[in-house]
């Protein structure tokens, strides 16, 4: 069992800054590749950013320059380093483990955990 924990949301200011973190716990942190989604109210879940165990990165169309994600083996964390934020991107952030990142479309495949979510509001 995997167990996600997110952290660091909240509110910022438009073109503000917010670093949110994802621990990890329960299994090696290596056999994973992590990413990151997010659900703004009535809308589906959209791929935020996703690293594999060997740091390849992928990530959404309308985050690439903006965000920025990194995992850290010690400790068992990931990263999402969101820059420039509108308002657009306010949404709840979950962290999620799975088997691989691939493209068309890019995204993390595989997931088998998810964390509980990160509220992050952007005010305009």
């Known amino acids: 069992q995997v167990q996600l924990v997110e952290s660091g949301g909240g509110l910022v200011q438009t073109g503000g800054s917010l670093r949110l973190s994802c621990a990890v716990s329960?299994?090696?942190?290596?056999?994973?590749?992590m990413g990151w989604f997010r659900q703004a109210p009535g809308k589906e879940r959209e791929f935020v950013a996703g690293?594999?165990?060997?740091?390849?990165?992928g990530y959404g169309d309308s985050m690439k320059g903006r965000f920025t994600i990194s995992r850290d083996n010690a400790p068992n964390t990931v990263y999402l380093q969101m820059n420039s934020l509108k308002p657009e991107a306010a949404a709840v952030y979950y962290c999620?483990?799975?088997?691989?990142?691939?493209?068309?479309?890019?995204?993390?495949?595989?997931?088998?955990?998810w964390g509980k979510g990160t509220q992050v509001t952007v005010s305009s």
């Open positions: 329960g299994r090696t942190f290596n056999d994973y590749a």
């Open positions: 690293i594999s165990w060997n740091n390849k990165t």
């Open positions: 999620a483990a799975g088997s691989c990142i691939r493209t068309m479309p890019t995204r993390l495949y595989g997931i088998s955990y």
